[in-house]
């Protein structure tokens, strides 16, 4: 019997650390860990959430924005844990962002009392996404409006900068630069992060302060939302009318979305009215991982297109789609059911997939022609009723 107080170990250590329900309790991490929960249900001695609180368990924090982007340092890879039972409305693209770069966002809970974000007011309404190697995990995410747009936004900046002593200077802004967000560009160090803005417009042309010891003449730079992260979430309509198009839209510039993941979230969409589909793609992007989500959709509209991706012409290289469920009955014989693409130079693997297109689909779940590997995709082929599916596309 080890004495209270001291360290213990399972044989040979946790190599991994530890996580239950997918919060890490033993783990080396380099930040601070904050705790975030307006829940009405108190423990004794709990305060009730307040910005104006430490952010510790038994005195939380009450916003997403505030513990995000306030309290958490960007870059240092800080935890924010948000309790059971915490609530926050999503009514404009302002109320809460995930800018501070690293930070990680978990929530506790299961089923209907994991942290709730319900979206209402506007189709706009949406949390931006302007920090890279973001996480959230754990989350109920609620559409309560008319076709919101996208639940999740990501949201890029492009400049001319110069960094000298910690401070950079930016002109020919196009977009917003956020504070938190990460700074790429020739000459500029890894993991250069923006902490304050000094002077000028407020995330336009002026001075910043950022980590680190960059120094960089007069060269291209840019804020992007790269390695997001959005595991073990879930996305919920509230009616045929009241729902999400979209969980996740990319940013506008090529590869500002590089690395993105979705993986074990559920979006069982009740549209019948407007075409949605998990993610908008606006530019192509590196290494895009997504793998063991579940999406249904009642649709049968012939223009209504894909569940899960609608890339355009945009290419996706390095990209891998593992072990999904994914359904949509469409009725065309051209629109994919699964991803749409035009775009020929794909390169990645699609694997042990299982995509549903009755009841009377052909069996179209995504276009010819991207170069992809495809291993053992099985999809409804006739759209014939009770009918199991095939491999998909054919064996040649």
């Not at 926050?88 to 995930?98: D, G, H, K, N």
């Not at 002026?206 to 992260?229: E, H, I, L």
């Given at each position: ?10 044989p ?13 309790l033993l ?8 705790y975030?929960n ?18 510790t368990?038994l005195?939380?924090?009450a ?18 844990i ?24 978990i929530?506790l809970?299961?089923g ?12 706009t ?17 609620i559409?309560?409006?008319l ?10 900046s ?28 020739t ?33 291209s ?78 649709i049968?509209a ?17 990209f ?18 699964a991803?749409?693409?035009?775009g ?31 291993i ?13 599916a ?7």
């Amino acid at each position: 019997m080890n004495p209270i107080g001291s360290i213990t170990n399972f044989p040979q250590g946790f190599a991994n650390g530890i996580s239950i329900r997918g919060m890490p309790l033993l783990q080396t991490q380099p930040g601070a860990i904050y705790y975030l929960n307006n829940s009405p249900n108190l423990l004794p001695q709990q305060r009730a959430g307040s910005d104006s609180n430490r952010g510790t368990f038994l005195d939380p924090f009450a916003t997403l924005n505030y513990a995000v982007n306030t309290a958490c340092t960007p870059g240092r890879g800080d935890i924010v844990i948000v309790g059971a039972g915490h609530q926050e409305t999503i009514s404009s693209a302002t109320i809460a962002a995930l800018n501070a770069s690293g930070v990680a966002v978990i929530g506790l809970g299961a089923g209907n009392t994991r942290p709730t974000f319900t979206y209402t007011t506007a189709t706009t309404a949406n949390i931006p996404v302007a920090g890279a190697n973001m996480s959230i995990q754990n989350l109920l995410f609620i559409g309560d409006f008319l076709s919101v747009a996208s639940a999740l936004t990501g949201v890029s900046s492009s400049f001319t900068g110069v960094i000298a002593s910690n401070v950079l200077t930016a002109s020919v802004v196009t977009g917003t630069i956020y504070v938190g967000a990460t700074i790429t560009g020739t000459g500029v160090n890894p993991n250069t992060v923006i902490t304050a803005q000094l002077t000028g417009t407020t995330g336009g042309a002026g001075t910043y302060s950022v980590t680190g010891t960059t120094t960089a003449s007069s060269v291209s730079m840019a804020t992007n939302p790269t390695d997001f992260a959005i595991d073990n979430c879930e996305f919920r309509d509230t009616s045929s009318i009241l729902g999400f198009l979209s969980i996740y839209t990319s940013s506008s510039t090529t590869n500002g979305w590089d690395r993105f993941s979705l993986t074990r979230s559920v979006w069982n969409s009740l549209s019948t009215v407007s075409p949605t589909v998990a993610i908008t793609v606006n530019v192509g992007a590196d290494g895009v991982y997504i793998a063991d989500n579940v999406m249904n959709s009642p649709i049968t509209a012939v223009t209504q297109g894909p569940i899960l991706m609608a890339a355009g012409a945009n290419n996706l290289t390095n990209f891998t789609l593992l072990r999904n469920r994914l359904q949509r009955p469409n009725t065309s014989s051209s629109i994919p059911c699964a991803i749409s693409c035009s775009g020929t130079a794909w390169s990645g693997l699609a694997a042990d997939n299982y995509i549903g297109a009755v009841p009377s689909g052909t069996g179209v779940w995504i276009n010819t022609g991207t170069k992809l590997s495809f291993i053992n995709n099985y999809s409804q082929i006739t759209g014939a009723a009770d009918k199991s599916a095939l491999i998909n596309p054919s064996a040649v």
